[in-house]
């Protein structure tokens, strides 16, 4: 498994503001992801960090409003940039680690602890 | 395209009575199969997946599911409740394949209470 740690953990923010979350894994991963999840909602991805190169954004969510960064293997940065209250949620990293001795660890998605974002 | 359903979005059962959480999907191909838990104020932790193999998997906490290909379903069951599963409980599928664009897909998940 792997071992996943957000930063902050939660926030307040004001309207118009702009919140830089943090993901660091333990151990090498393939794929780092980004969640946000709605109040009572379920999980939709905003997009696939990519190491060295730009994200890639799933519909509805664009760079300008959730920068990301990448620069290494175990390291991720979301920004909500100019927060409104509809950005109030929980925004969770996810990663996918590389293959290891057992083939099941290779399909094996896990998930950070969340950062409950309220904005008002 | 590939959806996940998640039947009605809270359960509840009695402390030692039967768990049962529906997941049926929708895929072209029999995708990988998981369930999340997630307990009040934390991140997503994995009960159980299917991947290949065995059709009965058997998760963490007693959870166990099982992968039915001819009703396309993955239904989440524990013998006995305990208090401590409360929780919400949520089905995921992914292509099985490994290309890039293979996304974890959710249902809405499911809100499990346990009464005393």
């Known amino acids: 498994s792997a071992v996943i740690s957000q930063k902050p953990s939660r926030d307040i923010c004001q309207r118009g503001t702009s919140l830089t979350i943090q993901c660091q894994v333990d151990s090498q991963v393939t794929m780092m992801f980004w969640y946000r999840q709605q109040p009572g909602q379920s999980l939709t991805l905003i997009a696939t960090?990519?190491?060295?190169?730009?994200?890639?954004?799933e519909s509805g969510f664009v760079i300008d409003k959730f920068p990301i960064s990448r620069p290494n293997l175990t390291f991720s940065t979301l920004t909500v940039s100019n927060m409104s209250p509809e950005d109030s949620s929980i925004y969770l990293c996810?990663?996918?680690?590389?293959?290891?001795?057992?083939?099941?660890?290779?399909?094996?998605?896990?998930f950070g602890p969340g950062t409950r974002l309220t904005v008002l | 395209a590939q959806s996940v359903t998640q039947l009605g979005s809270h359960v509840s059962v009695s402390e030692g009575a039967l768990v049962l959480l529906r997941c049926n999907y929708s895929s072209s191909v029999p995708p990988y199969l998981f369930w999340y838990v997630q307990y009040p104020n934390q991140g997503l932790q994995l009960l159980l997946k299917?991947?290949?193999?065995?059709?009965l998997v058997k998760g963490i906490n007693g959870f166990e599911a099982e992968f039915k290909k001819s009703e396309t379903s993955f239904h989440l069951t524990k013998p006995s409740a305990h208090m401590s599963d409360a929780a919400e409980y949520f089905c995921a599928v992914r292509p099985s394949s490994t290309g890039a664009n293979s996304k974890l897909t959710f249902g809405k998940g499911i809100t499990l209470s346990v009464r005393p």
């Open positions: 299917y991947t290949t193999g065995a059709t």
């Open positions: 960090a990519n190491q060295g190169s730009e994200a890639t954004y």
């Open positions: 996810s990663v996918r680690l590389l293959p290891g001795r057992k083939a099941g660890v290779f399909y094996t998605q896990y």
